[in-house]
Nanobody, 119 residues
């Protein structure tokens, strides 16, 4: 059974940092393009960062230079290091994955972890 479980969300002050983790099971994420998405209240879900099976990364413009996506294929884990957090980063964050040979929206999604940036 395929499962993605996120952790690491919470409440943080502006300028602070959080590290999100995503534990994958039921498939080998090394053969998958893995991504982090987020959805704020009243807004559409958006892609935040992605990492290919080769380790190449891409980010939405609003998080470039502040967020870093990484993966540990041995542990079957994906991470999102978030620095210099801003109130507009407040959202539910989702881990997602799709096989490397597919394009478009991910096939698998986690249940999400809430990130709130507020003083």
């Amino acid at each position: 059974q395929v499962q993605l479980v996120e952790s690491g969300g919470g409440l943080v002050q502006p300028g602070g940092s959080l590290r999100l983790s995503c534990a994958a099971s039921g498939f080998n994420c090394s053969s998958y393009t893995m991504s982090w998405y987020r959805q704020a209240p009243g807004k559409e879900r958006e892609s935040v960062a992605g990492i290919s099976r080769f380790g190449s990364t891409d980010y939405t413009d609003s998080v470039k230079g502040r967020f870093t996506i990484s993966r540990d294929n041995v542990k079957n884990m994906v991470y999102l290091q978030m620095n210099s957090l801003k109130p507009e980063d407040t959202a539910m964050y989702y881990c997602a994955g799709r096989p490397w040979y597919k394009s478009g929206r991910p096939d698998y999604w986690g249940q999400g972890t809430q990130v709130t940036v507020s003083s």
